[in-house]
């Protein structure tokens, strides 16, 4: 299984920019589909955005597109998430997620369940 590790988060004003990275280990790392989730006190971890193992399709959920892109460099092991005009409901611990294998259906990358490796998260908070 790959490690993951992110970074990124922080505090920012509504309205403001953040980019999340997530640094995976290995040398398998462009086989991988990636995803983001992302978890609010008190609420069940949710889909963010996923991309596949090449880059070449992604996924967002309704309450980020438009606003936030996600991307991913092979060459570097690194999968991003560029998150603009955001807001206070965006507050949550957000993590990066890999599953292994050439994968592209919606269905199975909008999924936490479907997804093996899990980095430690990243804290967002946004103020009002």
């Known amino acids: 299984q790959v490690q993951l590790v992110e970074s990124g988060g922080g505090l920012v004003q509504a309205g403001g920019s953040l980019r999340l990275s997530c640094a995976a280990s290995g040398r398998t790392f462009s086989s991988y589909s990636m995803g983001w989730f992302r978890q609010a006190p008190g609420k069940e971890r949710e889909f963010v955005a996923a991309?596949?193992?090449?880059?070449?399709?992604?996924y967002y959920a309704d309450s980020v597109q438009g606003r936030f892109t996600v991307s991913r460099d092979n060459a570097k092991n690194t999968v991003y998430l560029q998150m603009n005009s955001l807001k206070p409901e965006d507050t949550a611990v957000y993590y990066c997620?890999?599953?292994?294998?050439?994968?592209?259906?919606?269905?199975?990358?909008?999924?936490?369940?479907?997804?093996?490796?899990w980095g430690q998260g990243t804290q967002v908070t946004v103020s009002s």
């Open positions: 997620a890999a599953r292994a294998g050439i994968v592209s259906s919606q269905s199975t990358l909008t999924r936490s369940a479907n997804f093996g490796s």
């Open positions: 991309i596949t193992w090449s880059g070449g399709i992604t």
